[in-house]
């Protein structure tokens, strides 16, 4: 097996003549996990430590911890200035670099069997490469009423279908009844989709346009055309494919009583 340091080693030697860290993001604090979901929110995240842990440091390698032992990696970091500020934290200017973009969220490592040193010497620790993933893969599907995706992972099912097959299989083959949930308000938009290609078709036109032409969705965008950052996407009820589009509309408005997204939600009818 290749290890890491191999592997990159084939396309910059850049690290080879540095002082370079190998960095492991672990941490079980649910405010974390949401973090962990946003590329800059993680970025920043990262600048910001409680010791002078980069101190002399010229790079970093970024990882974000797995099941086990195992990270997938995040991104490759210059550090520049640093600066302690009135807490005692110290905060680094960090650059992400343009090298080994190709690897970016695909590799996954066996950090080993030091887990709880989370910052590690580059040329000192030799690790192997456990597995490379498909470009812009989100991970197995897991069943249609079993998961939640953030917008940044629906854009990115959806530019990557190729690599995301068996979510496109799945989610095309049905119809059914969703949710969109603002996360930072608690409103709720019910919708449904009944035609060919099922809930894909009708996801694929939020991932295009951020509001699926919903009205009240619309006008959140026109306030903060970044909006799309506070929606998370879920699949209520898969429905029959031989059920009318009457009968599907009639299984939507249920759902829209149920949880009361016509008074108090994103639904405008």
Known sequence: ??????????????????????????????????????????????????????????????????????????????????????????????????????????????????????????????????????????????????????YSELKRLFDNSDSNRDWKIHLSSVNGVYMILDKTTGNQYIGSACGNKGIWQRWEDYAKTKHGDNKKLVKLFEEDNDYQRNLQYTVLQALPSNLTSKETVKIENLFKKKFGTKTHGLNDN
């Open 1 to 150: 097996m290749i290890n890491l340091q191999e592997l990159i080693l084939l396309k910059t030697d850049i690290f080879s003549r540095s002082r370079v860290k190998l960095v492991r993001h672990r941490d079980r604090r649910i405010e974390y996990r949401d973090v962990i979901k946003d590329r800059q929110s993680l970025i920043e995240y990262q600048k910001e430590q409680t010791n002078d842990v980069f101190g002399k440091t010229d790079y970093l390698v970024s990882f974000i911890g797995q099941e086990g032992t195992k990270a997938l990696l995040f991104g490759f970091f210059k550090v520049g200035k640093v600066e302690q500020k009135g807490t005692g934290k110290f905060y680094y200017e960090l650059e992400e670099l343009d090298v080994c973009s190709e690897y970016v969220d695909r590799i996954i490592i066996d950090w080993g069997n030091g887990t709880r040193a989370w910052h590690q010497d580059y040329s000192k620790q030799k690790k192997e490469v456990l597995e490379i993933l498909p470009k812009g893969y989100i991970g197995n599907f897991p069943g249609l009423t079993d998961f939640v995706l953030d």
